[in-house]
Structures are given as C-alpha cells and as structure tokens.
C-alpha cells in the first residue's frame, strides 16, 4: 500500500511570514498533485508536477517534486490570511488513482 | 457549467438503514470517483469508474456499492448503514486518466450514521 505522510498536520501562523509544507512516502509516485480544500467545499488542484527535481511557481506559492519522485514541497513566500485552508497532496498511483495524504491544517492569522 | 453536483448536502440514518449518494458531471468526463474524508483525514478512494458500465473496487469499498449506467451519473448506495461510514463523502470526475488529470470535487455529501 502506497502511503503519503504530510507534515506538519498544523500550521498557525502570522501574516507576513514564510511557511514549507512536506509530503512524504517510501514509494514513487508518477506525478504528485497539491490540492487545497476550504471549508464546506471539495479540494481545487493547485498544481500537478510529474518530472523528478520539478519545481513550479504559482504567485507566492512553489512547489517542488523530489528527484526521486518519493516526495514533495509546498512553500508559500508571505503569508496571506486568504492562504487559511487545509492543503492537500495527492500521489499519482499510475492505476488510474490517487493516494491523498492526510492534510495540512494551515492558518494564517492577520 | 454546474460542473459536479452532488445530493444530498447533509443526511442523518439510523443504524440498519439505506440511501444512495447522488452525483452528477456536465463536462462530459469519462472517470469519475468516490471518496470519503474523516475528520483530520485526507480521502480515501470507495469505487472508481472509468467509463459508463465499469467499476472497480478502491482503498475501501466495504458496505458501498456504486453502478455507471451513464456518463453523467455515479451514484454511490450504502447498504445496512453503520457509525463507522459517518464521514463527508465527495464525488469527483476526471478528463482523463491519473496520474495527470485534474480531479473536479463536487461540494461534498456530510452523512451521519447514529
């Protein structure tokens, strides 16, 4: 069975400051995926990297897949109260499934 | 688009009692799937299809049952519902095949069981 660890499980922090989420496993997964969920509602893909040493920028937000393609980063550069959600990622299982990690908790306070 | 929908929002069973999940996609997507998110928990795959007429089983199918008569619709059915199955459920679909695809969530189903 492929799991996938993150950490921390929560994160409260101040507006303005800097955070690293991580996703872990002991397998390789084909892609990675980060999700972020908001309460009440269904995860929305943030982003998808599929090539070991991969890193993608998306505003103040980079991501990062290991070169082993065993594991992930989520850095968001100055924190913003609208980054408050739980964070969410997904390994590519090549069967036509994702595995999800068990999230990330993260609250920015203003 | 209304993209996935699903109903009910939110439902309370007794012990021993049925229902089906409703789930539908307008973006014509050819997989779709079922989870369910504990509290604290990331989501675990129920059923999965991949087209209309095709299931398989996902991480834990037990006390769930699912059919794809369409490629709108993937209903999920609980039979003889028990506390262990309390849990949001959401209903996703995809264009095309993971590890790339992008999963569409609809807003989720929040079911207890007492």
């Not at chain 1, 009440?40 to 920028?57: A, F, H, M």
């Not at chain 1, 082993?68 to 109260?81: E, G, Y």
């Not at chain 2, 299809?49 to 209903?75: C, H, Q």
């Not at chain 2, 993971?98 to 069981?113: S, Y």
Request: one cysteine or more; hydrophobic letters at 30%.
């Amino acid at each position: 069975t492929q799991l996938l660890e993150q950490s921390p499980q929560f994160l409260s922090i101040q507006e303005g400051e800097n955070l690293t989420v991580y996703c872990n496993s002991s397998s390789v997964f084909s892609s990675l995926q980060w999700y972020r969920q908001e309460p009440g509602e269904g995860p929305v893909l943030l982003v998808t990297v599929v090539t070991g040493g991969e890193v993608k920028k998306l505003k103040r937000l980079t991501f990062q897949f290991g070169d082993a393609r065993k594991d992930s980063s989520l850095h968001i550069t100055a924190a913003q109260p609208g980054d408050t959600g739980l964070y969410l990622c997904a390994g590519g299982t090549g069967a036509q499934k994702l595995v999800f990690g068990q999230g990330t908790r993260l609250t920015i306070n203003p | 688009n209304a993209g996935v929908t699903q109903t009910p929002k939110f439902r309370i069973l007794k012990i021993g009692q049925s229902m089906t999940l409703q789930c539908t996609q307008d973006m014509n997507h050819n997989y779709m799937y079922w989870y369910r998110q504990d509290p604290g928990m990331g989501l675990k795959l129920i059923y999965y299809s991949v087209g209309a007429g095709i299931t398989d089983k996902g991480e834990v199918p037990n006390g769930y049952n699912v059919s794809r008569s369409t490629t709108e619709d993937f209903p999920l059915r609980l039979e003889l519902a028990a506390p262990s199955q309390t849990s949001v459920y959401f209903c996703a679909s995809s264009y095309r095949l993971p590890p790339v695809g992008e999963q569409f969530f609809g807003p989720g189903t929040r079911l207890t069981v007492l």
